[in-house]
């Protein structure tokens, strides 16, 4: 009995550490101390868990129901992309599930603006921390913001080194999104190598469970290149599998200079997981982003409005009129015209 009565007591100290009850939910405050009881009255209490019920906490052991929701979503929202979905999912559950990981994992997502890159990215934040990209333990930079100065670039690779050491000292379970890697200076994405290759520990930090998530436009024209071949041919684009891609498309931005995975050891060394292609978006794919973004809205679904839109974005190659040159980048812009109330 006295082992029940310290517990009780134990819980409602750590309740005390919190904010006020004015800043928490009357419910959600409720339940826990409830919680909190119940333990109690089994002589036990996972003083972490009640902790991290009320404060972001690093992510040590992944939740399953996070992968169902990163697929639901992903299946929802995401649209033209199944290599994407497929590939994503797999990759961040396999890795979340794998307890000895020997690296980080790396993702290099590529495609032309409005595939739904940066989409996926706040997916995977997401269904990691509850905040997602808000997580004091997700990272994200934007090269033309963060690195937009050349002669800088050796300033540039000691903050980033010590901003990645620094926050995976805190956190094993940081996720790192780069932004915009084709304007990225040449040779300044190469200062994170060591950080992602199959160290057991660098300096008494492991950075294993770690991940890495690279945006860029480079590579598009290839990821195009293989779509309208096999659209020229009479396939369909989910006949496209990874493996007609992937090979080519990590040796096309290896080889490109504007890009700032050109020439990268990350590539050379193979420490780029997947290279992750996002098709260009047909015609039928922007009405989905246009209902959707509807819905999302709580607008009622106009379909002569979804076909205007539609119609009003521009499309590629000349000739064929095919892909969507900025996807779905602009259906928010659209609709705040043809819904202005």
Not at 69 to 87: M, P, Y
Not at 188 to 211: H, N, T
Not at 296 to 312: H, K, N, Q
Request: hydrophobic content about 40%.
């Amino acid at each position: 009995m006295k082992l029940r009565r310290g517990a009780l007591r134990a819980a409602l100290a750590l309740l005390l550490l919190l904010p006020p009850a004015g800043a928490v939910e009357p419910i959600s405050l409720g339940l826990a101390i409830a919680g909190a009881a119940a333990s109690a009255l089994t002589g036990f209490i996972s003083y972490p868990r009640l902790y991290c019920y009320f404060r972001e906490c690093c992510l040590h052991r992944h939740d399953q129901r996070a992968a169902a929701a990163l697929q639901e979503t992903l299946d929802k929202r995401l649209f033209g992309q199944h290599l994407v979905s497929k590939v994503v999912v797999k990759a961040v559950r396999g890795f979340l599930n794998n307890t000895n990981a020997k690296k980080p994992l790396a993702l290099s997502l590529h495609g032309w603006t409005g595939t739904g890159k940066n989409f996926v990215s706040k997916i995977v934040a997401e269904s990691i921390y509850k905040k997602g990209l808000q997580s004091k333990y997700v990272h994200q930079f934007v090269s033309t913001l963060h690195f937009p100065h050349a002669h800088s670039i050796n300033l540039y690779k000691d903050q980033l080194q010590s901003w990645i050491r620094g926050n995976v000292s805190i956190c094993p379970r940081s996720l790192f999104i780069f932004d915009e890697m084709d304007k990225m200076h040449a040779g300044l994405i190469d200062s994170i190598k060591p950080f992602l290759d199959y160290y057991e520990l660098l300096d008494g930090v492991s950075y294993r469970q770690a991940i890495f998530i690279f945006l860029s436009n480079a590579g598009a024209e290839k990821i195009t290149e293989v779509a309208l071949d096999f659209w020229r041919k009479g396939r369909t684009r989910e006949d496209i599998q990874l493996t007609d891609i992937q090979n080519a498309l990590s040796v096309s931005v290896f080889n490109n200079k504007n890009s700032g995975f050109w020439h990268s050891t990350l590539i050379d060394k193979n420490l780029i997981d997947y290279f992750i292609p996002f098709l260009p978006l047909e015609y039928k794919h922007v009405k989905m982003c246009v209902r959707v973004e509807v819905e999302s809205r709580g607008y009622a679904v106009d379909e002569d409005i979804l076909t205007r839109i539609a119609d009003e974005m521009t499309y590629f190659p000349r000739e064929e009129r095919i892909y969507s040159d900025k996807g779905c980048k602009t259906v928010d812009a659209k609709l705040d015209y043809y819904y202005d109330f």
